[in-house]
């Protein structure tokens, strides 16, 4: 039960109302019994410096960022991680310490403030949940021939990842190929600004409809298109299913449904599966971390969230 001091965050986006963090949040700080609140904040697009300004004029400790606003925060943004700055978009704000007289917080307060100056820095939690979903079905990225399936926005986040734990090999496999040659130069700089542009790192962009060029049989794959997302259930982005047998290690992004079509491709064809709800709750995990130093969310609990989570999916 939060108090008088609890630590305050909540979520802007817009809408919010289908956000499940809310629900993720409060049931987090119920189970660890942490002086903590989570609250939906429905926010306009022209009104995203507004909703900054007043979230830290109103004591919050930090946001979450969801669609649309994940890039539209970064200019409002006192600092930003590097993560945000490779793959431009941000998904949690936390609020910095007080840094005195002639620094930000002072301005920020004093009604002098400009957009460099609000007294959050940006952080991409995607990233660290997409992470630590697959190291728990033990999936290693390092010296890995990986696919990458999509080039949005979501894409950028795994790519982002692909990188960073030393992947061997992407192959960004999307319908509109000019998209996915400009994810894979994006992926050559992101390299070069996590200082491992000699790290050997092979990259090609290629058509979907192309997937019998790839040499490999062993692939780690991870979908991150809008493909099989409810209500279109019953699409795959690659419907061959001789495509699924080179594929050992498949991670689906999209929780809605829980099992994807891609998912069921890939189990029959014997891979290891793990499914987008998990990267969701340890996103959220991740920014609670942050939010509240010092707690770390045990894995029973990470559990009975998910559990409480699939159900509110399933309602
Ligand atoms: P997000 O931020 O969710 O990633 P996005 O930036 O619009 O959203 O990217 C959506 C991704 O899903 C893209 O890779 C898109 O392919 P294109 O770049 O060719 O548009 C992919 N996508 C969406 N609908 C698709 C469909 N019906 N078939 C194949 N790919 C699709």
């Not at 829980?258 to 029959?268: G, I, L, P, V």
Request: contains cysteine.
């Amino acid at each position: 039960m939060a108090t008088g001091n609890a630590t305050v965050c909540g979520v802007i986006g817009n809408p919010v109302g289908h956000s499940l963090s809310p629900l993720m949040h409060n049931e987090i700080a119920r189970a660890l019994g942490l002086d903590y609140i989570y609250v939906p904040c429905p926010v306009e697009e022209n009104a995203v410096g507004d909703a900054i300004r007043g979230a830290y004029a109103l004591g919050f400790t930090g946001l979450n960022v969801t669609v649309p606003h994940k890039q539209r925060v970064i200019p409002f943004l006192a600092e930003t991680d590097g993560a945000v700055r490779c793959i431009g978009a941000c998904n949690t704000l936390v609020r910095l310490p007080e840094v005195g007289a002639q620094g930000d917080m002072r301005r920020a307060s004093s009604g002098q403030e400009d957009n460099k100056s609000i007294g959050y820095k940006g952080y991409n939690t995607d990233v660290e949940g997409l992470f630590r979903a697959m190291s728990g079905q033990d999936m290693k990225i390092f010296g890995r021939d990986c696919l990458l399936i999509g080039a949005g926005g979501a894409a950028r986040a795994a790519a982002y990842l692909l990188v960073r734990e030393g992947a061997a090999s992407v192959t960004v496999l999307n319908r509109s190929l000019d998209r996915a040659e400009a994810l894979t130069e994006d992926m050559r700089k992101m390299a070069a600004e996590m200082n491992r542009a000699d790290c050997g790192l092979k990259l090609q962009a290629l058509l979907p409809d192309r997937w019998n060029q790839l040499p490999g049989d062993s692939y780690l794959a991870i979908q991150c298109t809008s493909v099989g997302m409810y209500p279109h259930v019953d699409e795959a982005p690659i419907e061959d299913a001789k495509f699924y047998q080179k594929i050992s290690q498949a991670v689906d992004i999209v929780y809605t449904p829980s099992q994807t079509r891609f998912m069921k491709y890939a189990e029959a064809a014997g891979s290891r599966v793990c499914g987008g709800l998990d990267m969701l709750i340890f996103q959220g995990v991740a920014a609670l971390e942050l939010w509240n130093p010092g707690v770390k969310v045990p894995q029973e609990v990470v559990e009975r969230i998910r559990a409480i989570m699939e159900e509110r999916l399933h309602e």
